[in-house]
């Protein structure tokens, strides 16, 4: 049986090294810092921050309907690109979500060691789904003129944000209950994303979309609410022993 | 029983074979592996692009010795990656970085503590002290930035309080240059030194190069900036002390000794069984690589070998806490300045005073990261008696628990 808590020798603590950690408590107490305080950092970001650019700007539409309901849409005094960034910050997280469940679900069938925390057959669905979710925002889009290849100023920062978590579920050494965590964080991000998408659509008269997006929404709560119970579960069987995930999940 | 390079020829080249699985091993444990296991690491890895580099720059000046370098060079290529492919991938750049300066450190420490040139050694000490700071700099950074504690890179082996301030360190190019030793007269271990501390120096200078711009926050970003030049100042003061007149082929044969040299320290003194089968493995493959330059040297040059390195290694690397030493070299000579390549008890040239003025004319990235930096256990924050964000301490619960 494989834990994720079983105790070792990690050697990351003071505690572990009473007589060295004396001599560097002593000495950093003598410590003649440079004047100041971390607020001297402060000036700097902000000067920084003052001459900074933008990460990057929303694609053009690619299409003559792309072009002309941007044009309506200003008219009518929205903008359509603050919709059409969301579209591709859910693409760019969907797309990247159906990989994050591909890395779990490989590391569920080959943990034959490790105490079974989630359903094999409900990651599938839930990775399926994912993948149908990256498919709609494509068409829409598509449908709207813009292009799903393009990398948003919103897909962008939600990338950055994700690396973490993708480092965490291709990592060999985590165990499934450790990846289960970080995709707590994805869906846990996931369902506020299509909450948003699905209010502007609506907003914004989109009203087939805003029906699939709340169909997509009420998939994403469905996962949110099984991922939340694995980690829990899982961290009770760690905890009470006595006690198996599949009870708690 | 003491290793005979001479007389133990290793693995010879033509059977030093890899596959990739072969290369891409387990990495040892940010968290359960000794801090000593992580140094060795990034040494070797520095020795190894070193081999590298060396091995890179002869060629383009070699035509007749471009095949046997190529030869060599790929089984190294391999090397280096089986070595610095063992880094987690949990170990953030930044918590690397601290890493590398306690190599800088406690590496440093223990080459000056057996260097038996007393220039060679002072050399050394300058350098240490230098590179001390920047621990205590980046400690500040990864504490403020990531909210991380630096001794759970450092592993309490390696104190964490500033040296000789960074903000100091930016010399004129005409001070940071060094007298070279003597090919004829110095000691082989003099050689080895200073082959190994410019080889870990390089890495270092390339590496802030690479990781510097993968920051976000303008502070990390300038702080890199500053440490990566200070860096690019200890590669030219330490390639400048290896005798500039030693021949391409003495080169060569003196860069495999020293990986030799490393290769058997770092096998003597490990405990992660992964890493000591790979650092026995390389000893092996280093010795056929000695070999087979000492027996080109024999043909191209008609010089033996065994004149230039001895049988014997020197005692190996010290891989333990340098604290007593480091201490003392702090205490009585973070004072030392230099002129050219003389070392004065605090006397500057107006060159390096400009360039430095110039240099720091919008800001010291080093003191501005630092400004109030005082190092605790589990961070800054834990500290007794800091800003608690106006809250006040809050009561302590009772840890009791409910009768069942």
Redesign the interface.
């Known amino acids: 049986m494989r834990f994720d808590t079983a105790t070792?020798?990690?050697?990351?603590?003071?505690g572990?090294?009473p007589i060295?950690?004396k001599?560097?408590?002593e000495?950093?107490?003598?410590?003649?810092?440079?004047?100041?305080?971390?607020?001297?950092?402060d000036?700097?970001?902000a000067s920084?921050a003052a001459d900074a650019e933008v990460l990057g700007s929303m694609p053009p539409p690619t299409t003559l309907r792309g072009a002309g309901a941007a044009a309506v849409e200003m008219l009518k005094g929205e903008r359509l690109p603050a919709f059409t960034d969301k579209l591709g910050e859910r693409l760019a997280f969907e797309r990247t979500g159906t990989r994050i469940y591909e890395a779990i679900l490989a590391k569920s069938m080959d943990a034959q060691d490790e105490p079974r925390v989630a359903d094999i057959d409900e990651l599938r669905r839930f990775h399926d789904q994912e993948r149908q979710h990256f498919d709609l925002l494509r068409e829409a889009v598509i449908k709207l003129g813009g292009d799903p290849t393009a990398v948003t100023p919103s897909a962008d920062v939600a990338a950055v944000a994700s690396t973490g978590i993708v480092?965490v579920v291709s990592?060999?050494?985590t165990t499934v209950a450790q990846c289960l965590s970080a995709l707590l964080i994805t869906e846990l991000a996931d369902h506020d994303g299509w909450t948003l998408l699905a209010r502007l659509a609506d907003d914004l008269g989109y009203d087939e979309l805003a029906a699939s997006f709340r169909q997509a929404l009420a998939e994403e709560a469905h996962h949110l609410a099984r991922v939340r119970a694995w980690v829990t579960g899982a961290t009770l069987a760690e905890a009470e022993p006595g006690r198996t995930a599949s009870e708690s999940g | 029983m003491a290793l005979d390079v001479w007389k133990n020829r290793g693995v010879p080249l033509d059977r030093q074979r890899f596959d990739w699985r072969d290369l891409v091993r387990t990495p040892f444990s940010k968290l359960d592996d000794d801090a000593f296991s992580r140094v060795r690491v990034i040494l070797m890895n520095g020795i190894e692009a070193e081999a590298s580099r060396f091995s890179h720059a002869c060629a383009r000046m070699n035509k007749p010795l471009q095949l046997q370098l190529a030869r060599v060079r790929r089984v190294e290529q391999h090397q280096q990656t089986m070595v610095n492919w063992m880094l987690p991938p949990d170990q953030s750049p930044l918590e690397t970085t601290i890493a590398y300066e306690q190599v800088a450190i406690e590496v440093t420490a223990s080459i000056a503590l057996h260097e038996p040139d007393p220039y060679m050694k002072q050399t050394y000490n300058f350098g240490l002290l230098e590179d001390f700071d920047h621990l205590y700099r980046y400690s500040a950074l990864l504490d403020r930035l990531e909210g991380k504690d630096s001794n759970n890179i450092l592993q309490s082996y390696t104190d964490i309080v500033p040296g000789r301030p960074t903000i100091l360190h930016h010399r004129a190019p005409e001070d940071d240059l060094r007298e070279p030793y003597d090919r004829k007269t110095a000691h082989p271990v003099t050689k080895l030194n200073a082959l190994t501390i410019m080889a870990g120096e390089h890495q270092t200078h390339d590496y802030y190069m690479n990781v510097g711009p993968t920051f976000a926050d303008p502070v990390a970003r300038m702080l890199y900036a500053e440490i990566a030049s200070v860096e690019e100042q200890h590669v030219t003061q330490y390639e400048s002390i290896i005798d500039p007149y030693e021949s391409w082929l003495e080169k060569w044969l003196l860069h495999e000794a020293s990986e030799v040299y490393n290769y058997y320290s770092c096998m003597q003194q490990e405990k992660n069984a992964r890493l000591k089968d790979i650092w026995t493995r390389f000893v092996d493959y280093e010795l056929g690589h000695l070999h087979y330059v000492g027996d080109l040297m024999r043909v191209v040059e008609k010089r033996d070998p065994e004149e230039l390195v001895p049988a014997e290694m020197p005692e190996p690397i010290g891989y333990e806490s340098h604290r007593a030493y480091v201490r003392e070299v702090l205490a009585n000579e973070v004072g030392v300045r230099a002129i050219g390549t003389i070392y004065t008890e605090g006397a500057e040239s107006e060159a390096t005073i400009a360039y430095r003025e110039r240099m720091n004319a919008q800001g010291s990235p080093s003191e501005i990261v630092a400004a109030g930096y005082v190092w605790a256990p589990g961070g800054e924050l834990a500290h007794d008696g800091a800003a608690s964000g106006g809250g006040g301490r809050p009561s302590v619960p009772s840890t009791e628990r409910r009768a069942p």
């Open positions: 070792g020798m990690n050697r990351t603590g003071i572990l090294s060295d950690a001599e560097l408590i000495a950093a107490s003598r410590t003649s810092p440079p004047p100041g305080g971390p607020e001297a950092a000036v700097v970001r920084y480092q990592d060999p050494r």
